[in-house]
């Protein structure tokens, strides 16, 4: 049976551009980067620092051809939003904005906790989403 969910991709542009967005300025960590296949093409991954269970992997388009290619590259700016739980959304807020993070919504009260929502460098959504003290589910 399905036991957990242990990667999820972003389609990229420019794996460099991604993985320094992704690290430097959402502070993601980088669990992988090497190379593979006969064209030396790149596995590249990160993780959020404290939970590691999911990493996302920066796929880039280069790595298809065709109308494969054409069909990942209208997904780009469409894929589904990434949530990331954190501590304190207001001050997760104003240090991704410092570090030049574009939001689209402030951190904002919910029903399920304090929201804020991102964009990254091609337009997908980042959810932040501080939960109320005991209350965020695993």
């Not at 991954?45 to 051809?65: G, H, M, N, Q």
């Not at 780009?76 to 570090?99: H, M």
């Not at 939001?103 to 804020?116: C, L, N, V």
């Amino acid at each position: 049976m399905i036991e957990k969910l242990r990667l999820t991709t972003r389609i990229v542009i420019d794996q460099d551009e991604a993985l320094d967005f992704y690290t430097e300025k959402l502070g993601l960590k980088k669990k992988a980067d090497e190379t593979f296949g006969p064209d030396d093409q790149r596995w590249v991954t990160v993780a959020a620092e404290k939970d590691d269970t999911v990493e996302i992997v920066l796929e880039p388009l280069d790595w298809f051809e065709g109308e494969e290619a054409e069909r990942r590259s209208e997904m780009i700016g469409e894929q589904p939003a990434l949530a990331f739980t954190v501590d304190n959304c207001q001050s997760t807020y104003e240090t991704l904005r410092e570090r030049g993070v574009e939001f689209t919504s402030e951190p904002t009260e919910q029903p399920y906790g304090i929201e804020a929502v991102a964009i990254d460098l091609y337009g997908n959504g980042i959810v932040l989403v501080e939960h109320p003290s005991g209350t965020e589910t695993s």
